[in-house]
């Protein structure tokens, strides 16, 4: 049974930095491609960040410059480093595979006030 369970989320003044975590159980994390998604105000969710399975990385525009996206294969864990947070990064982060094959985890809610 798949499951993803994103924590690290909280609230932060503009300018600061967190350091979000998506743990996988029940599946083979190291082959697959992973990315970071946000919720949109349409409540779908858009990525922000993809690695591959041999580490390669791509960005949205908004955040390009600002967050790195990491994995530990050994750990079955995915990172989210963001820095420089500002208010529009508000929403709720979500890890998936960066085709969304995998139950949605509850996602962990960050928060920027300005």
């Known amino acids: 049974q798949v499951q993803l369970v994103e924590s690290g989320g909280g609230l932060v003044q503009a300018g600061g930095s967190l350091r979000l975590s998506c743990t996988a159980s029940g599946i083979i994390f190291r082959n697959n491609a992973m990315g970071w998604y946000r919720q949109n105000a349409g409540n779908e969710r858009d990525m922000v960040a993809g690695?591959?399975?041999?580490?390669?990385?791509n960005y949205a525009d908004s955040v390009e410059g600002r967050f790195t996206i990491s994995r530990d294969d050994a750990k079955n864990t995915l990172y989210l480093q963001m820095n420089n947070l500002q208010p529009e990064d508000t929403s709720a982060y979500y890890c998936?595979?960066?085709?969304?094959?995998?139950?949605w985890g509850q996602g962990t809610q960050v928060t920027v006030s300005s």
């Open positions: 690695i591959t399975s041999l580490g390669s990385t």
């Open positions: 998936n595979t960066v085709c969304k094959k995998w139950p």
